[in-house]
Structures are given as structure tokens and as C-alpha cells.
């Protein structure tokens, strides 16, 4: 239709499952990323039903994925200190969503997303320093001097987005007064751990755990406490004493002290979000998933509202010429989801961290509530980005 070209800056996981779905559709896409190699070590993420059903039913990537991920047998909530179990929900998962909740180390994602781009038109070692933008088209500058043209740049480059602060003229990041330590755990270092899995999330006053498998018989885990505000360092990720993670976690139970005890733990992540802007474009630059509207990771939402992003963009781009105009209708069908999946991403720390007490008991009912699911995750995991119109998804609660 077009031998117009679109530039793709980031081969995370959201840049590379827009490249995927626009050269399906037939345009020319080019993708630019920083790093030499497409993986982050020590790094997983889970994905639910409102993404892994493009990667299935549009890329029929099920073969290639299912090897590779854990799909999740429940997902579970603990009182993170006696280990009582509050509600366990999503047995039957896949039926009710009609694609599975799974667990992938993020590496091994980009891999396969990576393979069913191709070769063609993946740019490693390009990190983006400017564009030189004259409203017909865009030059792109690359830190070593490069440049690429294009008539349209997506800015799918994350939460540290040189493309948003390009469009905004500063950084807007915000601190979210929660951080986090992680790491991935061998099964045989989790003697203790009921409902191996599940996906759970073990709450606390002022803390939680969360963790579930991933293919290859790994878990991941991520301890998000309380943190003052605002955050002390400039970077994000600060080293830390080993096990000084543990301190405030000595009276939870032996299943969680273990499984955040069973791998060195020397950094600390300050979890940062953004605020929601009221436009994703500027001249020919749009954004994409993080860089568009970076989100907390407490509903584990931040890749799978890029992948959702990325589709209703590339549905959008594919059959016509005017893609200002494709670009206005990507952004009206998704600033208002992700807003509200921002929102519930940032409250919902709020309520797993409840101090013991009445709204505690009173939470901890509602997610022992057969109903949970339906009232707090199916707007976000029942939600097809393609077909619904966001503002009558769901009609569910934050949690
Ligand atoms: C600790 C933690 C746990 C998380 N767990 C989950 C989870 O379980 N489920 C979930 O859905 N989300 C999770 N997230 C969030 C998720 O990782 C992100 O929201 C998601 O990766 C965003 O996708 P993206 O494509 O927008 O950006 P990214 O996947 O971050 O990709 C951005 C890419 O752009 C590249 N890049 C950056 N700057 C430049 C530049 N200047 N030029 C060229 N390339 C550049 C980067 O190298 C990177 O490859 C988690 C996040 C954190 C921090």
C-alpha cells in the first residue's frame, strides 16, 4: 500500500511486537536498539491473557512459546507472615480468558519475538540521541554517529524513554515510593514453598512477594517494600549489602525468607512511574508502551499494555495512508486503559501493603471471595485490545 518506512526505537518487548505485526500487515519497519544483544540478564516478566493471545492467535508463536514459559496453575494470596492462604482463583484460567497466564524469562522472549521478526531490519548497538524532526519526515541520530530516516519514529524505548523526554523536553519520571529486589530461584532451593504453581502474591504491612514459575522450572521473585520518598539516589537500580533485603522480613514465613534468601540479592530497584500525558505524539514521533505511560509493576501489567498497545497501533497504521490520523485513533482507544491501568497498578501496593487490622480483614475477604477474579482482574486479563472499546471493559475494581 505504502513505501513509507517506520522506525522503531527499542526491541523490547513492546517495539518488537509492534515490528512483528506491521511487516505481517506489509509496511517497512526498521527497528533500532541500544543494546548489543537482546537480553537482560536476571529479568522475567509474567504475561496474561490480554497479550498472549496476539503472540498465539496472529504470530502462532505456541509452539515456539510453550516450551519456553510456565503457564500458571492458580494465581494465590498469602498472609505473608503466617502463610495462611486468603484466596486461590484461576484454575481454569485459559477456558475463561481463552489464552494462558504465563511466566518467560524475558530473554528467551525477545528471543522468540526476535526470530519471528527475522534478521531483516534489527538494528543492535543504536541507542538514539536526537531527532531532527521537519514534519515530513524524521532523521534519526544514533550515539555513534549514524543516522536513519523515517516517515513516522515509534518510541517503544522504556521506562528511562530518550524519545519521551524528546517529545516532553524533560524527564517526568516519578518516584512511587515502593522498591523492589529480585531474583530467580532454582526449584531445589524452594523446600518450603506451597503451590509451587501458582503465581502469588504473599502480603504484608508495607510489603509484599510476589512470584511465580517460568519455564525451565525457575521462579522468579519480587520483594517490593516501602521505601522513603523521595528516592535518595539518582539511578534506579542502587547496589545494596547483600541480604540486607532480609532485615524487614524476618518474621514472615520460612517460604518466603527462603525463596528471597536463596540467591545473592546486591541491588535494589526504585520503582518509578509516570504521569499520564494528555498526547503519545509530536510531529512524526508517537510513543509506545513504557515510554507512552511507564506503570509500577504491582499488577504486572507493564508488558502486557505494550503488547496491547502495539497491536491497535500496527491495526491502525495497516490500511490507510493517513496515519496522523491512524495515529489519533491509537491514541483515544489507548490513553484511557492505560490510565486506568496505571492507576490500579499503584493502588494496588496500597492495598496488598494494609497495615493488620479492619481493611485488611476487610481485603483479605474480598480476595478470598470466589468472585475476585471477576470483580478485580478480568477488566485487564478478559480485555481484547483489538475488538473492545476501552471505556466499557470490564467495569471491575482495583482490587
Ligand atoms: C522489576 C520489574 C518486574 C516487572 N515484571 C513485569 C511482569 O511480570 N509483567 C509485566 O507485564 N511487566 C513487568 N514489568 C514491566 C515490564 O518489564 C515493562 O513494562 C515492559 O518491558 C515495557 O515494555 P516496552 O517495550 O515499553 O519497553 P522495554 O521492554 O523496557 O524495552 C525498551 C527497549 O528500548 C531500548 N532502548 C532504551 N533506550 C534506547 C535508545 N535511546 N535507543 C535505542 N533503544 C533504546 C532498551 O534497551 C530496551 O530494549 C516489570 C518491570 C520491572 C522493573
Redesign the pocket.
Known amino acids: 500500500m505504502t513505501s513509507r518506512r517506520i522506525a522503531v526505537?527499542?526491541?523490547?518487548?513492546?517495539?518488537?511486537?509492534l515490528a512483528i505485526e506491521l511487516r505481517r500487515r506489509g509496511l517497512d519497519v526498521e527497528v533500532?536498539?541500544?543494546?548489543e544483544e537482546?537480553r537482560?540478564v536476571g529479568?522475567?516478566?509474567?504475561?496474561?491473557a490480554n497479550?498472549t493471545r496476539f503472540f498465539l492467535e496472529r504470530f502462532g508463536l505456541e509452539e515456539r512459546l510453550s516450551p519456553r514459559w510456565a503457564e500458571v496453575e492458580a494465581l494465590a494470596f498469602r498472609d505473608g507472615r503466617d502463610g495462611r492462604l486468603i484466596g486461590r482463583h484461576g484454575t481454569d484460567y485459559r477456558e475463561r480468558f481463552g489464552a494462558p497466564y504465563a511466566?518467560i524469562h524475558?530473554a528467551e522472549l525477545?528471543q522468540v519475538l526476535a526470530g519471528a521478526l527475522g534478521g531483516e531490519g534489527l538494528h543492535l548497538r543504536?541507542?538514539?540521541?536526537g531527532i531532527d524532526d521537519d514534519g515530513a519526515s524524521a532523521v534519526l541520530r544514533?550515539?555513534d554517529g549514524g543516522t536513519a530516516e523515517a516517515d513516522l519514529v515509534v518510541g517503544?524505548?522504556?521506562?528511562?524513554?530518550?524519545?519521551r523526554r524528546l517529545l516532553l523536553g524533560y524527564d517526568d519520571a516519578v518516584y512511587s515510593g515502593t522498591s523492589?529486589s529480585?531474583g530467580i530461584v532454582p526449584p531445589r532451593a524452594l523446600s518450603e514453598l506451597p503451590d509451587p504453581g501458582a503465581i502469588q502474591f504473599w502480603m504484608g504491612p508495607g510489603a509484599h512477594l510476589?512470584h511465580?514459575p517460568l519455564g525451565g522450572g525457575d521462579h522468579?521473585f519480587?520483594l517490593v517494600e516501602r521505601s522513603p520518598a523521595p528516592w535518595p539516589h539518582e539511578r534506579w537500580v542502587v547496589p545494596v549489602e547483600p541480604d540486607s533485603h532480609l532485615e524487614r522480613f524476618r518474621d514472615w514465613h520460612p517460604a518466603v525468607r527462603q525463596m528471597v534468601s536463596a540467591v545473592p540479592v546486591t541491588q535494589r530497584?526504585a520503582?518509578f512511574h509516570r504521569p499520564p500525558l494528555g498526547r503519545w505524539s509530536r510531529g512524526r514521533l508517537t510513543l509506545?508502551?513504557?515510554?507512552?505511560h511507564?506503570?509500577?509493576?504491582h499488577?504486572?501489567?507493564?508488558?502486557?499494555?505494550?503488547?496491547e498497545?502495539?497491536i491497535v497501533l500496527a491495526d491502525q497504521l495497516a490500511g490507510t495512508d493517513d496515519w496522523d490520523a491512524a495515529r489519533e485513533r491509537y491514541e483515544r482507544l489507548r490513553r484511557g486503559r492505560t490510565r486506568k491501568v496505571q492507576h490500579a497498578s499503584i493502588t494496588t501496593a496500597d492495598v496488598l501493603h494494609l497495615p493488620d487490622g479492619r481493611r485488611a480483614d476487610e481485603r483479605n475477604a474480598r480476595l478470598g471471595h470466589p468472585g475476585a477474579v471477576d470483580r478485580h482482574l478480568a477488566w485487564i486479563h478478559g480485555f481484547r485490545a483489538d475488538v473492545d472499546v476501552p471505556d466499557e471493559a470490564g467495569g471491575g475494581t482495583w482490587l
Open positions: 526505537v527499542g526491541a523490547g518487548i513492546g517495539g518488537l511486537t533500532y536498539e541500544a543494546t537482546l537482560e529479568a522475567a516478566v509474567a504475561l496474561s497479550a511466566g524475558r525477545q543504536k541507542r538514539l540521541v544514533f550515539e517503544a524505548d522504556g521506562a528511562r524513554s530518550t524519545t523492589a529480585r510476589l511465580y522468579n519480587f530497584w520503582l509506545l508502551g513504557d515510554a507512552a511507564a506503570l509500577v509493576p499488577h504486572g501489567q507493564g508488558a502486557n499494555q505494550s503488547i498497545d502495539a
